[in-house]
């Protein structure tokens, strides 16, 4: 049961320091970071179709990722109230968000007192957050990551085209 909690992102352990299921966990990120990658929605039906498939070793790779197109923001960056919060009832502590987020949004947060659980994690650095960035969502195993509705901030945004 320890591998299956460790895979799903439920693991009850303070840190993942010294823990000998530390592959399970990699191996987690990197299927959801393949399945981001590869332009679908992230949804956990085509997750768990992308566990499987590793997990049988019949791993495929998808030519359907979508062309990045380049961003202007049209506003100073301080003025887009666009950055992620954490349900703090809902974090885990796993750290995935921290660990995908190459910005630097993510910082742990007050350690549990008791020592018991791993500390959750907090919107240390919003304005880091590249706008209309939503990568940071679906990696969440516990759904505590929420953003803004993207409609509201298109308008301050510049598609540049190469």
């Not at 195993?141 to 509705?149: H, V």
């Amino acid at each position: 049961m320890l591998i299956l909690d460790c895979f799903f992102g439920k693991c009850e352990k303070p840190t993942c320091d010294g823990c000998g299921l530390v592959p399970v966990r990699n191996l987690r990120r990197a299927l959801k970071a393949r399945s981001m990658d590869a332009g679908d929605d992230a949804s956990d039906e085509a997750w768990k179709k992308a566990v499987e498939q590793t997990l049988a070793g019949n791993s495929q790779k998808s030519n359907t990722s979508k062309p990045m197109r380049k961003k202007r923001l049209l506003v100073p960056r301080e003025e887009i109230p666009w950055y992620p919060t954490i349900k703090p009832d809902l974090c885990n502590g796993c750290g995935d968000c921290k660990v995908l987020c190459k910005p630097g949004v993510f910082e742990l947060g007050e350690p549990d007192p008791t020592g018991v659980q791993r500390p959750k994690l907090v919107v240390g650095h919003p304005y880091n957050c590249i706008v209309l960035c939503d990568r940071c969502v679906p990696i969440c195993t516990s759904g505590a990551i929420t953003l803004p509705k993207k409609e509201d901030f298109e308008k301050y945004v510049e598609y540049l085209d190469e």
